[in-house]
């Protein structure tokens, strides 16, 4: 079968039903000159080469459509009218396979896969996608969407996301995004590379024709959902909404110094904060960083059956191609129902607000949705009925440890099959004691938790190997931060005691 012959939804689509539209797909590269590009490994012309990738909508149905693998091929042949970018871009695109090898078939490299393994991957490299390369955009005025991936992620993890969108009326842009000092291809939060290179694109896009630039949306996912965070507290920022998939920090309290690179920025202009915002997340979340923004409407949306990677397309592909079992394959069902239902929502979401509607939120699978008003900074606590996450949270800050242990002690005995989260939330309710200044009740709240299901030991396991975990990769000051708080809650493990102390000069 031919690549035009071949059905119109490609398979990582999933249940997913395409709009008016066929998808256009552009790929070129554009030269931000506002910003040299320092000496590093990956050589280049003298200043910021951007990627810019462009789903669009058409109204072109004749002719092939891509193959999967021509995200990649188009990439590194764009480049060959540039002075000095062919290496830059030939390199980028061998970070980029290497990636979406280690993300689908986790691999480092194809060549390492066994054979059976090897066609399999091939087979969905060649498989078609739902676009056309450089196929005439259709006629209207059509809002922009910028789609930040995670770190060491590529730009193709969310495809399906994007062409969906596409078909459904929306520019979607997206790049690399590499590291801002030219020392590697993944990208990062901290040097705000990702702002800068949207920013540029932004003024790239306004020049196609039927492009509405007064909407532009911000999608993200992990590090891409801080960054996205990040950009909507500028109030220079051209953006007039932005989702966020599945920060990572949306399960800890904002106590947590992990997540300081972006939660002590965007707490700062919390105020000043007006943008719309969708947090996403599994029933974990506890969106204490939410809650902070009172200033604009919130969205918590939770997602059943997904993990960190569910939330994106390669996740899900992954997770189709490599189960085996009968138990692998229900997981893999559930995630992808969850998926499709997220992405719908995720249109269902911006067309009313581009219309001033609520937002329908039936038929969408194992999604909770919870509308969060201007000025609410935490949830109504119910009297009956097991508590969320976010609600034991606010327990713990609003009437302090004892009712909150009780909380989650109840939660447990209500449910013990669906715990929500309830083993995270007690390591962040102990973490808030330990850091507190009375750590006399962490070893308290700690012992009441085990002595009513030995579950709880695990917060201890977690801070001791948060602590193994960032003195791994340098921190040894978060490190520290943790060992003393299971030092803390725990004081006869001699490990956790002698790990706490400070190095010796």
Known sequence: MSVSQAPAVPAYWGSLTPGPYSVGFQQRWVIDSTRRLPAGKAAGPAFRPILMNVWYPSSVRAGSRMRYRDYFDGAERSAASIPLLPN????????????????????????????????????????????????????????????????????????????????????????AYPAEDNGGFATNVIDRSRERDARHLLVEVRRFPNVDPARVTVIGHSAGAQAALLFSADPSAPIDAVLSLDTTQDYWTLEDRRFAYFTDPVLERRREI???????????????????????????????????????????????????????????TAARRSFDGMVTFIERWLAAQRSGSRVAVGGLGP?????????????????????????????????????????????????????AGTVDVALALVEKLALGPE????????????????????????????????????????????????ATINPTDSVAARRSKPDRK
């Not at 986790?106 to 490299?125: A, K, Y």
């Open 367 to 419: 999604l909770s949705v919870v509308e969060v008003p201007i000025g609410e900074t935490g949830p109504t606590l119910q009297s009956t009925g097991k508590a969320s996450p976010r609600e034991v949270r606010h327990l713990l800050s609003s009437r302090g440890e004892i009712e909150a242990v009780g909380a989650i002690l109840r939660t447990r005995a209500a449910d013990s099959t669906a715990p």
């Open 88 to 175: 830059y871009a030939r390199a980028l695109v061998r970070f980029e396979l290497g990636k979406v090898t280690e993300e689908i078939m986790r691999s480092p490299d194809r060549g390492s896969l066994p054979p059976d393994r090897r066609r399999l991957f091939d087979d969905f490299l060649d498989a078609p996608t739902a676009v056309r390369r450089n196929v005439l955009m259709a006629h209207g005025s059509f809002p922009i969407v910028i789609y930040f991936q995670g770190s060491q992620s590529t730009y193709d993890d969310n495809v399906a996301l994007c062409e969906y969108l596409a078909s459904r009326g929306y520019v979607v842009l997206g790049s």
């Open 439 to 486: 750590p006399v009740r962490a070893r308290d709240s700690y012992e009441r938790l085990v002595a009513a299901d030995t579950a709880y030991r695990s917060v201890f396991r977690s801070m001791t190997l948060l602590g193994r975990y960032w003195d791994g990769v340098g921190d040894r000051s978060l490190a520290l931060t943790w060992w003393r708080m299971a």
């Open 274 to 332: 007006k943008t719309p915002t969708v947090f996403f997340a599994n029933p974990r979340a506890m969106f204490e960083l939410g809650d902070s923004l009172s200033a604009c409407r919130r969205w918590y949306v939770t997602v059943e059956s997904v993990e960190h990677n569910d939330f994106i397309t390669q996740g899900i592909i992954h997770r189709e191609l490599s189960s085996s079992t009968p138990a692998e394959r229900a997981e893999a």
